[in-house]
């Protein structure tokens, strides 16, 4: 079951996959969203198996202490809140009966600081510390995450056509990160080969952070 805001979007993305996938059009921080995709998703497939908390919002970019109270909230309603309510969704439906496992899509700028991504760091960070948290109260359930570095998605366009080639040259793969490069670990992490993993967030970054240490 795919998520997202935009039903036409979601319909795309579904006509280039295989298998049986359907959609649920829902907006991530909304009250109740994942209840109802939870919901959903259990009428549709028959369970739940797996919950991706994926989505992501970033509306400020600035020094810390400028950001205003709207574009805060926001930010905390999609990256943090919305994994947490969510989780407690398919938790309630499905994993407490079942156990499943729980994937948290967080950023290397949770464990970094960066000029300009003070807000949005501070919501990855959370995240971090939730999926450990929630994995020491949810087991069997396992909780893992993925803390990515700049890969080129539409949601990171601006970083990606401002800073790219620059970033790309300094590290030591010389390359920025690819969709399928973090989809292969989700796969990984997400299967019954990770099935001793749990409350750990794993960095894939092209060796970004080991050339910033050098």
């Given at each position: 079951?795919?998520n997202s805001r935009?039903q036409?979007?979601?319909?795309?993305?579904?006509?280039?996959?295989?298998g049986?996938?359907?959609v649920f059009a829902?907006?991530?921080?909304?009250?109740?969203?994942?209840?109802?995709?939870?919901?959903?998703?259990?009428?549709?497939?028959?369970?739940?198996?797996?919950?991706?908390?994926?989505a992501?919002?970033?509306p400020?970019?600035?020094?810390?202490?400028e950001?205003?109270?709207?574009?805060?909230?926001?930010?905390?309603q999609?990256?943090?809140?919305?994994?947490i309510f969510?989780?407690?969704?398919?938790?309630r439906?499905?994993?407490?009966?079942?156990?499943?496992?729980?994937?948290?899509?967080?950023?290397?700028g949770?464990?970094?600081?960066e000029n300009?991504?003070?807000?949005?760091?501070?919501?990855?960070?959370?995240?971090?510390h939730?999926?450990?948290?929630?994995?020491?109260e949810?087991g069997p359930?396992r909780?893992?995450?993925?803390?990515?570095?700049?890969?080129?998605?539409?949601?990171?366009?601006?970083?990606?056509?401002?800073?790219?080639?620059?970033?790309?040259?300094?590290?030591?793969?010389?390359?920025?990160?690819?969709?399928?490069?973090?989809?292969?670990?989700?796969?990984?992490l997400?299967?019954d080969?990770?099935?001793?993993?749990?409350?750990?967030t794993?960095?894939i970054?092209g060796?970004?952070g080991?050339?910033?240490?050098?």
């Amino acid at each position: 079951m795919l998520n997202s805001r935009k039903q036409d979007q979601l319909e795309a993305a579904a006509a280039d996959m295989s298998g049986d996938v359907d959609v649920f059009a829902a907006n991530t921080g909304d009250e109740g969203a994942g209840d109802r995709a939870v919901s959903a998703t259990i009428e549709r497939f028959g369970g739940l198996d797996i919950l991706v908390n994926n989505a992501a919002t970033n509306p400020y970019f600035g020094s810390t202490l400028e950001v205003d109270e709207p574009r805060y909230d926001k930010t905390f309603q999609v990256n943090l809140k919305a994994p947490i309510f969510w989780s407690q969704a398919a938790w309630r439906q499905s994993f407490k009966d079942k156990p499943g496992t729980i994937l948290n899509i967080a950023s290397v700028g949770g464990m970094r600081v960066e000029n300009g991504l003070g807000i949005y760091n501070l919501t990855k960070a959370a995240l971090i510390h939730l999926t450990r948290q929630l994995a020491g109260e949810l087991g069997p359930t396992r909780v893992v995450g993925i803390a990515p570095g700049l890969v080129k998605t539409d949601f990171a366009a601006l970083l990606v056509d401002t800073f790219g080639e620059s970033l790309a040259a300094r590290q030591p793969l010389k390359r920025l990160g690819e969709p399928e490069d973090i989809a292969n670990l989700a796969l990984f992490l997400a299967s019954d080969m990770a099935s001793w993993i749990t409350g750990e967030t794993y960095v894939i970054d092209g060796g970004a952070g080991v050339a910033s240490q050098n």
